[in-house]
């Protein structure tokens, strides 16, 4: 039976919200996936499956809502966990990951009412904490944030890294051109995630993609993203365009009050590979109550 979700404002910046005003709790729940987070922004939760949290569909299309959600916990240091079964991105097809009969994913968004294909196309965010020597440091980032270079682009480099190996070891590369091979191959993680049979082998192989994040990746690290301090939480969004930054702002001032939003302080940081993000961040020792 569907719900009557009709009054109700869901999205990205109301799940940041949430997280504001829980802020304290950041310190002491020992599991990110332990924080309390309100459920009833949610479409679906997950565990071991990609993503680990939905937000659902706004019924008002402003802001759309429906973004995808993934906790990284790194409990020993400014580092950023890693991703283990799905490559980071900025935005993903719905229809890439609720196929199939059985699809959990799937079934847990219907059982919550949600229209899922009326929104094909969903905003991917990644919530990162990192502990060092006492301190800590909470982001929500856009996927775009770790999303420098298309997938496919990714995988078919360092597969073709792989080949140049293997053939150097082996005195062949002279006599390969791999950079030709991968003109005329584009290789997706589906094609790792198979299982491959050969001839008379009594097992089967299958490659597991698994994604660390460069030190230009990692929104932790203090050398290249100080203004990140340490015990904040903090939204971090794109900024290419003005239009952008005014999106963001415009759906913050839905989801945050002005008092709420006067405690923060907004700036702009740089990524070397894939320009400006907006930021909205938090002190976690604030002492101002909600």
Do not use: W
């Not at 905003?123 to 909470?138: A, C, E, Q, T």
């Not at 991968?182 to 299958?206: E, G, I, P, W």
């Not at 690290?221 to 794109?238: C, F, G």
Request: hydrophobic content about 35%; proline content about 4%; overall charge negative.
């Amino acid at each position: 039976m569907k719900l009557n979700l009709e009054n109700k404002v869901y999205s990205i910046y109301h799940f940041f919200a949430d997280l504001y005003r829980k802020r304290r709790c950041f310190k002491s729940v020992e599991k990110l996936g332990d924080f309390p987070f309100d459920k009833e922004l949610l479409s679906c939760e997950n565990k071991n499956t990609f993503p680990d949290m939905a937000i659902r569909i706004n019924p008002s299309g402003k802001p759309p809502g429906g973004e995808l959600i993934e906790l990284k916990d790194s409990r020993t240091a400014y580092g950023i966990a890693s991703f283990n079964s799905t490559i980071p991105t900025g935005r993903k097809l719905i229809a890439s990951i609720t196929s199939g009969k059985t699809n959990v994913v799937r079934q847990r968004m219907q059982e919550n009412g949600e229209d899922i294909y009326s929104l094909p196309e969903r905003d991917v965010y990644y919530l990162v904490r990192g502990k060092r020597v006492g301190n800590i440091k909470v982001c929500l980032v856009h996927g775009s944030f770790f999303e420098t270079v298309p997938i496919e682009k990714l995988i078919t480099s360092s597969f073709g890294q792989v080949l140049s190996e293997g053939l150097e070891e082996n005195n062949a590369l002279d006599n390969v051109d791999v950079s030709d091979i991968l003109d005329n191959v584009t290789l997706s993680q589906s094609h790792f995630s198979k299982s491959r049979h050969v001839k008379d082998a009594s097992v089967k192989l299958r490659f597991r993609v698994m994604t660390e994040a460069e030190n230009e990746g990692n929104i932790l690290n203090p050398q290249l993203y100080p203004r990140i301090m340490d015990n904040t939480l903090s939204l971090v969004a794109p900024a290419d365009s003005p239009d952008a930054t005014e999106e963001v702002k415009r759906c913050l001032r839905i989801a945050i009050s002005q008092s709420e939003l006067s405690r923060g302080e907004t700036f702009t940081i740089t990524h070397p590979f894939n320009g400006d993000f907006y930021v909205l961040s938090y002190d976690l020792r604030d002492s101002e109550t909600d």
